[in-house]
């Protein structure tokens, strides 16, 4: 009797889930363990941080803008629920628990993978800071009364958001793996950036998000300072309904997506590659390999537009000013890095083994990883840079000077950090599918909150030198940033050379 | 033990005396002896986990030995690897491909880097004797078992060096294919190369190699002519050699 869409399904998939964490799980040392429970207790931590400190700072700081806030509240949720859409659609539906390579044995059902791309989704610092972002912000607003009772509705709105996110991703991916899907994909996108852009132009966006339906999270939360407890349990009641049919509702997509065929994948795979003029030299030779590596993955090619794209259709609506600009690189060469760069040998998956018996120095192979990386990171955060600077104005030459700067430093340093991890935690993952990622996810977690940090704190340290009277300072600021991200870079390279750990690096990769 | 395959008047093209490799706890290979000679094959018998793998990638310059001689054309692999990655063709035992490059960006990655002038010819040739002609221009993560490892041998083969390493060469592959790389040994062997191969296939291994030696747990255990092990006979003695 045929079971799908049944209770008995969801149960199945739950038990299937439980089994492939556990089956992840029994991979990890002790001392992974240690690491993950230590992360997962900051976490925590800084949840619990971010619902209550901010509460307790309203007084001291008697409300300042907190008027403010509740008119961006809305809004700020909605986003959320826009982020958590866009990162299901740009990962293929959603992260895989067990890549599927390793999966393929196992009759992993839809009903798992979706439930997996759920419990993933959080793992990853843009999804964590928003919400973190949107829970302190509320609790600033509305003060420490009954605050487990104000986070609640947040918190149940960050998971409906998730769920909806995700049953979006899933649709997008089906749609995509259509007979026209790309096509249709690209339409349904252009169609989004219009009304955006639309909105922007016509000044319509404030209205337009003054009137989200979102005001009613904020309500919710609102009702319990005011103890107003039927009204609160009422809007309770109905976001958990909203999730539990997001949650539902998301099964039918998944499955649907699911059992398509990668038919963007195939054909890429299928599809004739005019031959090249021979290269002229091994650098160049190296480097025309792992640029085929990268554009031709179909998760590294889609990744990169939206990574290119979506900071500054950001910048362009908010009209950014160029003192923020300079934020924006940060934040694309850290998502570049996270499609593959932080384990860059899966680049060469299985040929990791053949590429390295070619009678090449261990140098060329690692500077041709390093350069085509950098080159990379700085094509997409320029891109952003130049939407950007679509709506910042003129900017002046300590302003140009440091969105320059801020790209170039931010680049090398996630460069050098990428290429470290790389070297010094390798990770066999084939990047065929659009739902892969180059490290495990709870790794990926690890590796976003990082470079997140390392790349904002530069991009505030270049939105002070933008303030200056020309591009000189800004330069001067760079100029011991670059010299500290070459010796990093240095420093991995001679690691690189010492043939036990390169054949180590290999070996894992290759395997 | 030390286990020497072939004859000893020959020319030595691969030297190999206590090789040691570990990993860690784990000791892969264990104090063996490889020698092989131009213009014969040599095949490496044994159970999984043997050793035959790791013999090899140390042999093709990928894995440094732990400990012992092994040196390959005249050059130690520990102190200019670069050297014995250019006297050697390797065909490794798994993938071995680049999953987003076609064949012939493999071909002329490997043609650069072995300064080949005129290579496209043979290239060709290769691709079309292995049946491969058609799917030059496609991406490997396309590609079936098979066709990876024909391409693998292939690959190897292309530069013609003096010792080839072939690792599972015959794991998957068609008639077709089993004959175009038993043709890619023969004409090794004739102008002079030393062939190692790895396999499970004992047959095909005897039908292609003149000396035989068998791994068991990282150390060699008997070293033979191949018509040892050839036949029924040879099957039993190769049964008792591994338990």
Known sequence: MPTEHSWTELRRGLADLRALLAFRASGLGRRTRRRLSIAAGIVAVLTIAAVVAPAYLREPLDGRRSSTFVAILPSLYLGFLVLATLAAIASGGGREVVPREQAVAYPVSSVTEHLGALLLAPLNIAWLIQAWTIIALTTYVLGPRALPAVALPLLLWIAFATAFGQAVGWAFEGIRRGSQGLLVARLISAAAMSVVVTLVLSDELVPALDRSPTVRVYLAAAYATGHQWGAWAASLAGLV????????????????????????????????????????????????????????SVPLRRGLIVLAFMPGLVALAGSLEWSMVTILPGLVASGGALLFGVNTW????????????????????YYAKVIVLFEVLLAAAGFTILLAALRAGTPTSAELGSAIAAAVVVGAQVVATSMRWSVERPYAMDMRSARATPAPPVVMAGYSARLALKTTITGLVFSGTALADGWVFPALVALPLLCWSCVRLVRTADRWAVPELRARVVAVVAT | MRCVAGDQSRQERIRVRGLWVRFGSVEAVRGIDVTAYAGRATALLGRNGAGKSTTMRVLGGVIPPTAGEVIVDGVDVRTDPLTVKRATGYCPDVGGLI???????????????????????????????????????????????????????VLAAFHQPGVLLLDEPFDGVDPVGVEATQQVIDDAKARGAAVLISTHLRDLAMEACEDALVLRGGSAVAAMDADALVGEAGARAYRALLD
């Not at chain 2, 990655?109 to 221009?137: I, K, N, P, S, Y």
């Not at chain 2, 991406?139 to 066709?147: A, D, E």
Request: with cysteine; aromatic share 6%; net charge positive.
């Open chain 1, 241 to 296: 309904v909203l999730l539990v049919v997001a949650v539902l509702v998301g099964l039918v997509p998944a499955r649907w997506a699911l059992h398509r065929a990668l038919r963007e994948e195939l054909r890429l795979e299928s599809g004739r590659i005019e031959p090249r003029s021979n290269p002229g030299s091994d650098l160049r030779a190296m480097m025309r390999i792992d640029r085929a590596s990268i554009w031709r």
């Open chain 1, 346 to 365: 899966c680049l060469d998956g299985r040929g990791a083994l053949w590429r390295d018996s070619l009678p090449v120095s261990a140098g060329i192979a």
């Open chain 2, 99 to 153: 999953p987003r490059a076609t064949p012939w960006e493999h071909l002329q990655l490997a043609a650069r880097l072995r300064r080949m002038q005129g290579w496209e010819t043979r290239a060709q040739d290769l691709l079309e004797r292995f049946e491969l002609g058609d799917a030059a221009h496609r991406v490997t993560g396309g590609f079936s078992h098979g066709m990876g490892r024909r391409l693998s041998v």
